[in-house]
Every structure is written in structure tokens, then in C-alpha cells.
């Protein structure tokens, strides 16, 4: 039976997601977020440090990530995204100094490998057919396992690559997740891995367009209601408990639970989740990026990892960043800047900066946690799980959390 009334805790993507699909389906929904603001990990901020708005953190899709691209074309948002006319990936090397552009073709057969001046500098074309171990992987394999993690086409771009993907070092990595990176991005040729940027904020293209759409369905979104306790019965949860206020279902009522996976574990008796994190640090510095900078570069032998261009602003992106947690905000946005100067050819003076450090940023995407990764369905018929930390098959993404959301909503009303 297709419910009447969709509870959807938590606004963050997986959440907005479910819920932007049941309400296109013409059900009722009514969303509770914890905080004043939905988005949850993937939201735009006024940082007044710096005087502008900006992101909690870098965020990038790839052309080849349909489910978020389809959330984004039902809620009016893909113009949103701005990309490269192609697969172009610029990169620096820190240690070196040298500079390369790699250069995708569109089709699925890359023959840009073949091209010295396409390809990474100092690759050989061995190195990228030795990378096909990596898409057909044992059960329970590291990536280190899978492939040798050493040469310069790991170094210069396998490493950089899965590193964000997967915001975990790739060597312990899981081989089963960046094998489906790899299989919906590289070996699926150019046209599905450009770089998509939300150059004027993630909040403008992902999150405002979805609530409008969910109130403009007859939906709601409630802010400030942080689900407190589930009331569970045998079969079914009969009763949202959000502290001040409950809320009793009825027998057609059901819930899509998309919270962080330390919330869910504690409202869901007995529920498996992933338990280890990895950090990821976003520096910011106020300043234009020089005329011809592209919008986003590769860092090899650095802090830094990539560097984004924004109007007013050069933005740094440090993934699977534990080890720097430690350090003091002004040493690493001293630290930081230093590189930046180099590859953006820029005085030394550092602008005006903020740091901003995800500890959680997701969980960490090794073989031990992706089996601890639960399903959508639960022991409980009108409660679904969604979230980056179920099981999708993909590390902790946008386009995971996206999917995650789509397949909460096909349970609950199949279309
Ligand atoms: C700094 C950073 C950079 C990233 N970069 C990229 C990238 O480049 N590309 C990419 O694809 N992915 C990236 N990610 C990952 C991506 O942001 C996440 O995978 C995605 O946003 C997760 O969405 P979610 O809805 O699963 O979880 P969340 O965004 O965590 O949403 C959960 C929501 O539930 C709410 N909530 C919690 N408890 C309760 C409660 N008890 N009651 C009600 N509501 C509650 C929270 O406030 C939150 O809004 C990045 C993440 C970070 C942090």
C-alpha cells in the first residue's frame, strides 16, 4: 500500500533527495531538519570572517553522476553547474614545478592514452591497462591489494582522484568502491567525467531549488526538529518523538530516516553502521583569482590537493586531512597559502583567510566499513533508511547520497 503522509528526517541531500521524488509522485511531505538551514554537509554559509558567502566545503560532481544530475533536472537546477566543454583536468606537481593538462575524448575508448601530450607527462601506457585490475576486484580488497600504488600515473593521477573520491587514503581504500568510480567515470569515457563546479554556491543549486520544489508540491519543511527517539512496535514505528512535540503515524504514515549514521545507530535498535570517519579541511582566501586561472587544478606533492576558483575567492580542498586536525588554523592557512602563491603566480602577502574543518566529514571508505554499510529496508515496515553511509555501492558522494534518497522514495511508492 503507497502511504498517505512521508516523514523525512533529515534535509540533508539523501533527505531533500527522497523527498523531492515522493513529491512528484503526489504524496504528502513533511520534512524535519535538526538545524536552522537544510543541506546538511553540502550547504553554502555567510562566513563573516571573509564577508561572503561560501560552501562548507569544495563540493564536485562528475558528468557521469545521472542520479544527481536527474535530482537536479527535476528540480529546475542543472544550469546551476558550470563545466568544461570537455574532460580537462590541469595539474601541478609542487615538487617539480611541472604543469600538465590531461585531456579526455568524449568516447568510451580512451585513445588519449595513447597521446603522450594528452596523457599524464612521464606515464607509460602500461601503467593505465595495468589499472583494469582495479575494476573487477576480489570481495573485501584494498585498493592496495588490487593494484600496485606506486609509479607516476598513481602518483600523478590515480591518487589525487580516489583520494577525493573516497576521502580515505587510497592504499587502504576500499578496491570494491573505487572500482565504481572508476567503471560510472574513467572507463566510461570523457563524457562522464567532466568537472561540474556550483560556482555561485552548492546551497543555490542543491538545496534551495529542492525546498522550493517540495513546498510547491504542497509539501513542508520543519527546521529546529531534531527527532528525538522512534516509537517502535513490532512491525511498525508508530510515533516520532522530537522532544517538545510528537508526532503519532498512522497506519499509512511512513518515514524515510536520513540522518548521519551516529544518529541513526541510536534510534534504530541493533542497526550496523559505519563508525569510522575521515576529516576533510577547506581553506578559503579572499581574493580575485588571477585572469586565466582554471576553475579547478590538481596539486601533486603538496598540502594542497586541488585548488577551485571562485568569483572574489581561491578555495583549497584537503581530503582524508586527519593528520592535520592538529595543527593550528593559522599555520596551516600559512602553510597553504605558500603553495597556493606558487600555482596561482601570487605575492606572497596572504589575503584575508578561513579554515573550515569537517572532522566527519564522511565515513571512512575502507573494506571493514563498507560491510558494516546497512540496506534501505529495516525490520520496521514504514521506516527506510537513506544517507552517503547506506549501502549505494559508492563512497560517501553527493551522487551516492542522492541515490541513496531516490531508492528510499521507490520503496515507499513504487512508481
Ligand atoms: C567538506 C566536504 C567536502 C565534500 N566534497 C564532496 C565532493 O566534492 N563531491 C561529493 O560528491 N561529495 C562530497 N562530500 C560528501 C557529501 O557532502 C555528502 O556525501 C552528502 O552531502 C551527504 O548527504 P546526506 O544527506 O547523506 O547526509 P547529511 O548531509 O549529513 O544530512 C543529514 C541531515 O540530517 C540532519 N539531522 C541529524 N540528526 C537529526 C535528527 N535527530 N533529526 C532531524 N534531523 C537530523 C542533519 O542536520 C543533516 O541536515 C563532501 C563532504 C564534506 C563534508
Redesign the pocket.
Known amino acids: 500500500m503507497t502511504p498517505l503522509q512521508i516523514h523525512v ?9 527522497a523527498a523531492v521524488r515522493l513529491a512528484s509522485r503526489g504524496l504528502a511531505v513533511t520534512v ?4 536552522d ?7 553554502s554559509y555567510y562566513d563573516s570572517t571573509l564577508g561572503m558567502e561560501i ?7 562528475l558528468s557521469g ?1 545521472k542520479a ?1 544530475l536527474s535530482y537536479l533536472d527535476l528540480i529546475g537546477a542543472r544550469a546551476g553547474l558550470t563545466a568544461p566543454p570537455s574532460a580537462s583536468f590541469p595539474f601541478i606537481d609542487l615538487a617539480t614545478g611541472e604543469r600538465w593538462t590531461l585531456r579526455a575524448n568524449d568516447g568510451i575508448v580512451p585513445w588519449w592514452i595513447l597521446d603522450p601530450a594528452r596523457r599524464v607527462p612521464g606515464t607509460r601506457l602500461r601503467e593505465y591497462l595495468a589499472l583494469a585490475k582495479l575494476l573487477r576486484p576480489k570481495a573485501g580488497a584494498t585498493i592496495g591489494e588490487a593494484i600496485s600504488c606506486s609509479g607516476p600515473l598513481y602518483a600523478r593521477l590515480i591518487e589525487p582522484l580516489l583520494m ?2 573516497l ?1 580515505t587514503e587510497p592504499q587502504n581504500g576500499s578496491a570494491a568502491l573505487a572500482a565504481a568510480i572508476i567503471r560510472e567515470t574513467l572507463a566510461a569515457g570523457g563524457r562522464n567525467y567532466r568537472p561540474l563546479i556550483a560556482r555561485n554556491g552548492l546551497s543555490n543549486v542543491f538545496v534551495a531549488p529542492a525546498l522550493e520544489y517540495i513546498t510547491g508540491h504542497g509539501g513542508s519543511v520543519n527546521y529546529g ?4 527517539r522512534l516509537a517502535l512496535g513490532a512491525d511498525r514505528v508508530s510515533a516520532l518523538e ?1 522532544g517538545d512535540t510528537s508526532i503519532r503515524l498512522t497506519s499509512s504514515d511512513a518515514i524515510v530516516l ?3 549514521p551516529t ?1 541513526a545507530e541510536s ?1 534504530v535498535p541493533e542497526l550496523p553502521t559505519p563508525t569510522e570517519s575521515r576529516a ?3 581553506a578559503h582566501f579572499r581574493i580575485d583569482p588571477p585572469a586565466g586561472l582554471a576553475p579547478m587544478i590538481g596539486v601533486v606533492n603538496g598540502m594542497t590537493q586541488w585548488l577551485f576558483a571562485f568569483p572574489g575567492r581561491l578555495s583549497v ?1 584537503i ?1 582524508a586531512a586527519d593528520d592535520l586536525l592538529e595543527l593550528s588554523r593559522e599555520d596551516l592557512a600559512q602553510q597553504i597559502w605558500r603553495e597556493v602563491a606558487i600555482i596561482a603566480n601570487l605575492a606572497d602577502t596572504m589575503p584575508g583567510w578561513q579554515i ?1 574543518r ?1 572532522r ?3 565515513f571512512a571508505a575502507v573494506p571493514r566499513e563498507e560491510a558494516k554499510r546497512p540496506g534501505a529496508e529495516t525490520a520496521w515496515q514504514n521506516l527506510v533508511l ?5 549501502r549505494t555501492g559508492l ?8 541515490r ?2 531516490a531508492k528510499a522514495a521507490g520503496i515507499l511508492a513504487p512508481q
Open positions: 528526517i533529515g534535509a540533508g541531500l539523501a533527505g531533500l533527495s524535519h531538519e535538526a538545524t538551514q537544510a543541506g546538511g554537509r553540502c550547504r560552501d562548507n566545503g569544495n563540493h564536485l560532481v553522476n544527481a577525493s573520491a576521502n526538529r531534531r527527532l528525538r522530537f536520513a540522518v548521519p544518529v534510534l576533510i579541511v577547506n580542498t581530503s573550515v569537517e566527519r566529514a564522511t537513506a544517507g552517503d553511509w547506506t563512497p560517501a558522494t553527493i551522487e551516492g547520497a542522492i541513496s534518497g
